[in-house]
């Protein structure tokens, strides 16, 4: 089966707000609330890919930056349908240094419990280890889910309409997370 359409679903050019909480929240807040998609009831099927891409700049403190967390989520706050995993952040201090998020989903099951397989990776300065650009090696970044076996999501009710939420979350109250870009989309080999 050959994947040949590409549909956008949803983006996003210009800033969202900036968090700075140590909770779970819509990076699709403010400006950036226009990427909030209502996917259809039973758009999906079997075979199908989303696609997220995204990115923007972070901040974390030195010592104890704490961790992040990114997910896809059905629902605004709901059920997280992909999960980027708990990623430990640098313990090197960062002010706004960029990072962007790649993720391909395959739609493994459909209906009212259907459910995404996803891998990808994020790269940042802010990553774990990783040296300033102008001493190398490198963007660094973790390829994702991190530190874990790729696993099929969570079930989620696509037999109905959800709104997909693009979540972040950190540990500690002392870094802050903005989205300047965000790009949902859906590949498919049956069309639109």
Known sequence: MSVGYWETLATVAADGTAL????RASLLQ???????YTLPANKLRIGDVLHLRASGRISCVVTTPGSITFDLSAGVGGTAFFSSAVIPLNIVAKTNVPWILD???IVRAVGNAANLFGQGFWLSEA???VAVP???PGPGG????YNTAPVVGSNVDFSIANIIDFNFTQTVATGSVT?????LSLKTSTGF
């Open 30 to 36: 403010g400006s950036a609330k226009a990427g909030l």
């Open 134 to 136: 102008s001493t190398g």
């Open 142 to 145: 973790n390829t994702l889910p």
């Open 127 to 129: 990553a774990l280890n």
């Open 103 to 105: 993720v391909e989903m």
């Open 179 to 183: 989205l300047h870009n965000y790009c």
């Open 20 to 23: 700075t909480a140590a909770a």
